[in-house]
């Protein structure tokens, strides 16, 4: 295991519900990441949080809403969602932000399996 | 802008022969170069990365990696695969250079290793 949980691993939701991913790390990281992954495309950055301040929000519709009260937790709020947000959900985490050696690796949790109706 | 290149969905190789994953790559500066694989309903596990240095990086399993300045890429490599090896496996890059926040890694589609008795 990478040290990064994820829960639920699978959520089924429909496009009127309100529900939230959870993310946790156990590595003492001080940055979190979410990331979109659907079939046959490349992984989707969608924020990045940096001592519990987010520093990238990569475009991502205000119906995905994250929250980090803590270095060690991650959350990602969703409401009326849409068909097309129906993917796999990571989480990672990394030391912090800077790019020297060994300080920028990100570990990935297992994902949140989401599927919108 | 930063980009990666995985030109092959699918490789199928005999179990016991040696195996090359193909990545390229496009940074306006000096690249910071990773691989990662994913299980089935697993996240991303990480596998090695290339910073600086030797240009073969040699990463967890077996696993190795070839960095190419001149032909601007970083296959990853094998030397006899196991049937455990069969995943998803991704590369990706960042361009150490980029500036704001974020440590923001660029993904490529993934390519699919099948190993075969």
């Known amino acids: 295991e990478t040290g990064v949980t994820q829960t639920p691993r699978h959520l089924v939701m429909g496009m009127t519900n309100k529900k939230s991913l959870k993310c946790e790390q156990h590595?003492?990281?001080?940055?979190m990441y979410w990331y979109k992954q659907s079939a046959k495309k490349p992984l989707e950055l969608m924020f990045v949080?940096?001592?519990?301040?987010?520093?990238e929000n990569n475009s991502v519709p205000s119906r995905f809403s994250p929250e980090c009260p803590n270095s060690s937790h991650l959350f990602l709020h969703l409401h009326t969602l849409q068909p097309e947000d129906s993917a796999l959900y990571l989480c990672?985490?990394?030391?912090?932000?800077?790019?020297?050696?060994?300080?920028?690796?990100?570990?990935f949790g297992p994902g949140t399996r989401l599927t919108v109706l | 802008a930063q980009s990666v290149a995985q030109p092959e969905d699918q490789v199928n190789v005999a179990e016991g022969n040696p195996l090359t994953v193909k990545c390229t790559y496009s940074?306006?500066?000096?690249?910071?170069l990773f691989w990662y694989v994913q299980y089935p309903n697993r996240g991303l596990q990480f596998l090695l990365k290339?910073?600086?240095?030797?240009?073969l990086v040699k990463g967890s399993y077996g696993f190795e990696a070839e960095f190419n300045k001149s032909q601007t890429s970083f296959h990853l490599k094998k030397p006899s695969a196991l049937v455990s090896d069969s995943a998803l496996y991704f590369c990706?890059?960042?361009?150490?250079?980029?500036?704001?926040?974020?440590?923001?890694?660029?993904f490529g589609t993934g390519t699919q290793l099948k190993v075969e008795l």
């Open positions: 290339y910073i600086t240095g030797d240009n």
């Open positions: 990672a985490s990394s030391h912090d932000l800077s790019i020297t050696s060994n300080a920028d690796t990100q570990y």
């Open positions: 990706a890059v960042r361009d150490w250079g980029l500036t704001g926040g974020g440590n923001k890694l660029t």
């Open positions: 590595l003492g990281h001080n940055a």
């Open positions: 940074v306006s500066g000096n690249p910071y």
């Open positions: 949080y940096s001592l519990e301040e987010r520093v």
